[in-house]
């Protein structure tokens, strides 16, 4: 039994998310392989080649696979994959989006976003917004999981294995890119960050955001948004926590002007420690905050960044 | 050119589902049901593509029991042209689902599918891309923006640093994300329209479709681990006494 693992990666470093599909890699057991497809990408291989319990890397280093079209990488994917008995990868918009691909070419399902591994074939997954926990089985001969990163623990440094180049090239000439705008920060990522804090559409624009980032600063925190804050245009999409948007889990979570939707919840409910900050005592996000003030939060952020 | 949107009867976002006692599944027992919502971006997409010209027909599909018309109904009141009912007592899986809906898009052949990129039952952001793969097309998933130029569809995507732009060879499979657009809601008068315009039922044996026992299996259904309300704090003071002495998180 071989596991092979899609690596996230932004061609010169991997993603930190790879990490953690290690880990879940690591407990059902068997050689864990991972791929590299990128562009100029020996940088993210050479990390890769640094995780712990992982046996193997390999490499496919071609401009096809430079911005991550769905339909070369999963070419790619299946190609590699026919000899494994699972095929892995983290459940960003990257792997969401060739994962299926592959699944639906090898004529399998695909198990979404699991939170844990029960053993060699069953694993659970959350459905309906988290609101309830499936606990799958599956009997496909080749299993294609993604893998949501937040429920499991990065593995360590380990001896660097070897790196093995794959002369595949995979170009379906059926995508082009045409241009990115990525969002520049210098803040932790959010998926990453031991602390998150998040606005709502009670921070009522764009420019009021800045309250938040003083905090964020003195607590090395990402900033993230509800869908409300995003959708009006305060802040831009990649900051959206929720059931659609990003699933945070760190150490500390504080909402600022966020109601505490179901869809909000599911993004940053497994938070180990929730504040929540809303002028209205009876918001449901105060049902799953450990500490709720309830104030004005245009008379609290300025306070509490001048006290932290 | 033809537009086909798949879309899927789900329970209303608005709701919290309950696990049954037997955690064999969720209670649906008289749950409001609605047009999946990212289902409705891509209702709302394909009638604005007919509404500037781009496209001559749109129509709207769905795989289910019979209850499944309603959505169908819905899709027609918005402004589809046509809908097609696949009978279907048992929901497919998603690579069933795709399966199904590749002989669709055999039998109608559209240069576009705009489909939900997830279902808020089930949660899996699968079928669009399965489809995509099953017809051999390229896919533009979480779609912010759609613009089509002669035979080629520009997709803005969403992406986990922010947004991507990809040139898409018609056909082409195209996936909705929240910002794509504002749906509208069905006015009186088009709902009663929509009673007269047509809707095909298909029995899902008449397809063709090669539909294998699925390889996943539920085991269980089960709530996820409860949080408890925690206290409120009254001053700021005393919340950053909390996080630093009794949370130990700052
Ligand atoms: C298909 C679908 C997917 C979705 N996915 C997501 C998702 O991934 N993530 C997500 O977040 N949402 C998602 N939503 C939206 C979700 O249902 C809610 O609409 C959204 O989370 C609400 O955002 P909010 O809490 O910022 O806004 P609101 O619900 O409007 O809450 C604003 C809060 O701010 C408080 N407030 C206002 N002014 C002040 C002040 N001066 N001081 C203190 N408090 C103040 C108010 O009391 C209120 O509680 C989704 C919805 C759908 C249908």
Same mark, same amino acid.
Do not use: W
């Given at each position: 039994?071989?596991?092979?693992? $899609? ?7 991997? !993603? ?24 100029? @990408? ?36 299946? &190609? ?46 959350? $459905? ?18 993604? =893998? ?15 790196? *093995? ?7 379906? !000439? ?14 932790? *990522? ?16 764009? *420019? ?6 003083? $905090? ?7 900033? !993230? ?6 959708? /009006? ?12 948007? #990003? ?59 001048? #006290?932290? | ?15 919290? =589902? ?20 990212? @289902? ?16 001559? &027909? ?8 019979? +209850? ?39 039998? &109608? ?33 979480? /779609? ?42 069905? +006015? ?8 007269? #315009?047509?809707?095909?039922?298909? *029995? ?39 996080? #630093?002495? &009794?949370?130990?998180?700052?």
């Amino acid at each position: 039994m071989a596991i092979l693992i $899609i690596a996230e990666h932004h061609h010169q470093h991997l !993603g930190a998310e790879t990490a953690k599909v290690v880990d879940a890699a690591q407990q059902i057991g068997g050689d864990i392989h991972v791929l590299v497809a990128g562009s100029n @990408c020996q940088g993210a291989a050479t990390e890769a080649a640094k995780l712990a319990n992982v046996q193997k890397v390999l490499v496919a280093d071609d401009t096809a696979y430079q911005a991550q079209l769905a339909e070369n990488i999963a070419a790619l994917v299946v &190609e590699l994959g026919r000899d494994y008995s699972h095929i892995l990868t983290a459940a960003t918009t990257s792997g969401k989006n060739f994962m299926p691909r592959v699944a639906a070419m090898l004529d399998v399902n695909q198990i979404s976003d699991i939170i844990s591994v029960e053993s060699v074939d069953t694993y659970t997954r959350p $459905i309906y917004a988290g609101n309830a926990i499936a606990t799958v089985q599956t009997t496909d001969p080749i299993q294609v999981i993604t =893998v949501r990163s937040s429920a499991f623990e990065a593995v360590s440094q380990g001896d660097e294995v070897p790196i *093995e180049s794959i002369a595949l090239v995979k170009d379906l !000439g059926l995508s082009s890119f045409v241009g990115e705008e990525l969002t520049k920060s210098e803040r932790p *990522e959010l998926t990453a960050a031991r602390v998150v804090i998040s606005g709502g559409r009670g921070m009522q624009n764009a *420019e009021n955001f800045k309250l938040l980032e003083g $905090i964020a600063d003195r607590l090395n925190a990402a900033i !993230g948004a509800s869908r409300a804050a995003v959708d /009006a245009g305060f802040v831009p999409n990649d900051m959206q926590v929720g059931q659609t948007g #990003k699933i945070v889990a760190p150490d500390l979570y504080i909402a600022v002007g966020i109601s505490g939707a179901i869809q909000h919840l599911a993004g940053m409910k497994d938070a180990k420690v929730i504040v929540a900050i809303n002028k209205d005592e009876d918001a449901p996000i105060f049902q799953v905050a450990d500490y709720g003030l309830v104030a004005d939060l245009f008379s609290v952020l300025p306070e509490l960044e001048q #006290k932290l | 050119m033809k537009v086909l949107v798949p879309i899927k009867r789900v329970i209303d976002y608005n709701v919290k =589902v309950r696990v049954k006692a037997d955690q064999t599944d969720v209670d649906l027992a008289n749950v409001k049901m609605a047009m999946n919502p990212f @289902c409705e971006i891509a209702v709302e997409e394909a009638i604005r593509l007919k509404e500037a010209g781009h496209a001559s &027909e749109v129509v709207v599909v769905s795989i289910g029991p019979n +209850t499944c018309q309603e959505q169908l109904r819905t899709g027609l009141a918005l402004g589809a042209d046509r809908a097609i009912h696949i009978i279907s007592d048992e929901m497919p899986d998603a690579l069933n689902a795709a399966k199904i809906l590749q002989k669709i898009v055999e039998k &109608e052949a559209p240069q576009l599918v705009i489909l939900g990129k997830q279902s808020i039952d089930s949660d899996n952001n699968q079928t669009g891309q399965m489809l995509a793969a099953l017809c051999g097309y390229p896919q533009g998933t979480f /779609a912010s923006k759609l613009v089509l130029e002669g035979d080629k569809a520009q997709v803005t995507r969403e992406v986990d640093g922010g947004l991507q732009t990809l040139s898409l060879s018609l056909p082409a499979v195209v996936t909705t994300d929240l910002r794509l657009n504002e749906p509208r809601y069905a +006015t009186l008068p088009n709902i009663m329209k929509a009673k007269k #315009k047509p809707l095909e039922a298909l *029995e899902l044996g008449s397809l063709g479709v090669d539909i294998k026992a699925s390889g996943l299996k539920q085991l269980k259904v089960t709530p996820p681990a409860s949080r408890e309300a925690g206290i409120k704090v009254s001053s700021v003071d005393e919340l950053l006494e909390k996080l #630093k002495n &009794e949370a130990k998180v700052i």
